[in-house]
């Protein structure tokens, strides 16, 4: 993208827009695929006498899912900031 003028500001963006919409749809990924598989065994252990919860998102849980999105961040941060020191096309 350089070759062609694109500024490393642009790239670094576009990288990491890039990661941010693909670590969204992993979250709500995670999200529905967690509570689905609680609603799924919600009837089996209820026979055991454990109740499950499972439309209830707690705040822990939102934590985890925001702490894990931007350490994803970090790496494609970390690595267009480092190309773009390496840059070594004229501006």
Avoid: K
Avoid at 58 to 81: C, H, R
Wanted: hydrophobic fraction near 60%; glycine fraction near 8%.
């Amino acid at each position: 993208m350089r070759l062609i003028g694109v500024s490393m500001n642009r790239i670094h963006l576009l990288y990491l827009l890039q990661n941010a919409l693909a670590g969204v749809a992993a979250l709500a990924a995670s999200l529905l695929l967690a509570h689905g598989c609680l609603l799924g065994v919600r009837s089996f252990v209820a026979g055991m006498g454990i109740v499950l919860n499972a439309r209830n998102v707690y705040p822990a849980e939102w934590l985890i899912l925001v702490a894990v999105f931007v350490i994803s961040l970090l790496p494609t941060s970390a690595m267009t900031l480092r190309m773009s020191r390496r840059d070594g096309i004229d501006r």
